[in-house]
């Protein structure tokens, strides 16, 4: 039994949590809207912390961006209205998914055309050196090997 304590704070030490940094005031009393704030925030990238959501972010913008998402809500836009809305004042760049459409296909595309582009040029290359002549054969014509061995006499 005295095991147990240890064994519980180190499960819940090494168990991944997912920070919420949405605070108790920003909480909408209907649990659907609240939900669907929390599906729509899950997704909107925090401008000061980058990498971060905005329902995972403790920076002020984020804190703004929520009660933004959650005051579209309560006037009724959809998802995608509440997104567009989003996207609209501060940029594609908000989004934690770009889309796939306009100049971001380029983004989407280009890891993997560059990709194919190494692998083919890196089959090219092997193939054309294991096919080149063996640099260390002994290409001398006799009037070398003759000099060469006067050399070596000396």
Same mark, same amino acid.
């Given at each position: 039994?005295?095991? @147990?304590?240890?064994?519980?704070?180190?499960?819940?030490?090494?168990?991944?949590?997912?920070?919420?940094?949405?605070?108790?005031?920003?909480?909408?009393?209907?649990?659907?809207?609240?939900?669907?704030?929390?599906?729509?925030?899950?997704?909107?990238?925090?401008?000061?912390?980058?990498?971060?959501?905005?329902?995972?972010?403790?920076?002020?913008?984020?804190?703004?961006?929520?009660?933004?998402?959650?005051?579209?809500?309560?006037?009724?836009?959809?998802?995608?209205?509440?997104?567009? @809305?989003?996207?609209?004042?501060?940029?594609? @760049?908000?989004?934690?998914?770009?889309?796939?459409?306009?100049?971001?296909?380029?983004?989407?595309?280009?890891?993997?055309?560059? @990709?194919?582009?190494?692998?083919?040029?890196?089959?090219?290359?092997?193939?054309?050196?294991?096919?080149?002549?063996?640099?260390?054969?002994?290409?001398?014509?006799?009037?070398?090997?003759?000099?060469?061995?006067?050399?070596?006499?000396?």
């Amino acid at each position: 039994m005295r095991w @147990f304590l240890p064994i519980v704070l180190l499960a819940l030490l090494t168990t991944p949590h997912t920070a919420q940094a949405v605070q108790p005031d920003e909480i909408l009393e209907d649990s659907v809207l609240e939900q669907r704030a929390r599906d729509i925030s899950a997704g909107l990238r925090c401008l000061v912390c980058r990498n971060e959501s905005i329902d995972e972010s403790n920076a002020d913008l984020a804190r703004d961006m929520r009660l933004l998402v959650r005051e579209r809500l309560l006037e009724g836009d959809s998802d995608s209205e509440v997104i567009a @809305f989003i996207v609209e004042r501060y940029g594609e @760049f908000v989004l934690l998914r770009p889309t796939t459409d306009g100049v971001n296909i380029i983004l989407w595309v280009a890891a993997p055309v560059l @990709f194919i582009i190494t692998l083919v040029s890196s089959g090219l290359y092997l193939r054309r050196r294991d096919s080149a002549p063996d640099p260390t054969g002994d290409g001398l014509s006799e009037t070398d090997r003759k000099r060469l061995a006067e050399l070596l006499k000396e």
